[in-house]
T-cell receptor, first 113, second 112 residues
Framework: GENVEQHPSTLSVQEGDSAVIKCTYSDSASNYFPWYKQELGKRPQLIID?????GEKKDQRIAVTLNKTAKHFSLHITETQPEDSAVYFCAASRYNQGGKLIFGQGTELSVKP | NAGVTQTPKFQVLKTGQSMTLQCAQD?????MSWYRQDPGMGLRLIHYSVGAGITDQGEVPNGYNVSRSTTEDFPLRLLSAAPSQTSVYFC???????????FGPGTRLTVL
């Protein structure tokens, strides 16, 4: 079955720096890759997603890149702000297992003012 | 819309007790899922459903049952609670495969 590995488990950056979180997946047929942000004590919320027919997607300060050959995808956050501090999760899914969205272990991002 | 709702918010059980965690959504979403969240282990998929009458196992299904008799409801049953099932449980739903998944507020379960 699908397995998603996420690194690093913790990441600390200075405000204004960039942050990069990386995930690898095992199922080469996976074709949907969302990223979720979970603030302390709250539920996860979608921040960006990418489909397998796209190599990169941007939304203001966040971007996701996908390398299908290497089976990995990354989240990039530029100009980090203290409110970016949270736990970030990557996930992967393939269409013929429609409801099965498998998550990585999470990355705790801390942005220091 | 209320979105995805879960009851109860907190629950304490004794080992061996059974109970049902309730999940409902009013967005007419076909896909629904149950996850458990433990420190350092991310969100692990317990069971999922792609529509009424259809359920399937996720990564960690042992000790849990689900049913999906209606589009709106997706209850999770703990058959005989064990301390290893102490966790935060999230229900989630989404309209279709490439759509955003919405999470409920979670249920914090402690098994003594």
């Amino acid at each position: 079955g699908e397995n998603v590995e996420q690194h690093p488990s913790t990441l600390s950056v200075q405000e204004g720096d960039s942050a990069v979180i990386k995930c690898t997946y095992s199922d080469s047929a996976s074709n949907y890759f969302p990223w979720y942000k979970q603030e302390l004590g709250k539920r996860p919320q979608l921040i960006i997603d990418i489909r397998s027919n796209v190599g990169e997607k941007k939304d203001q300060r966040i971007a996701v890149t996908l390398n299908k050959t290497a089976k990995h995808f990354s989240l990039h956050i530029t100009e980090t702000q203290p409110e970016d501090s949270a736990v970030y999760f990557c996930a992967a899914s393939r269409y013929n297992q429609g409801g099965k969205l498998i998550f990585g272990q999470g990355t705790e991002l801390s942005v220091k003012p | 819309n209320a979105g995805v709702t879960q009851t109860p918010k907190f629950q304490v059980l004794k080992t061996g007790q059974s109970m049902t965690l309730q999940c409902a959504q009013d967005m007419n979403h076909e896909y629904m899922s149950w996850y458990r969240q433990d420190p350092g282990m991310g969100l692990r998929l317990i069971h999922y459903s792609v529509g009424a009458g259809i359920t399937d196992q996720g990564e960690v299904p042992n000790g849990y049952n689900v049913s999906r008799s209606t589009t709106e409801d997706f209850p999770l049953r703990l058959l005989s609670a064990a301390p290893s099932q102490t966790s935060v449980y999230f229900c989630a739903s989404r309209p279709g495969f490439f759509d955003e998944q919405f999470f409920g507020p979670g249920t914090r379960l402690t098994v003594l």
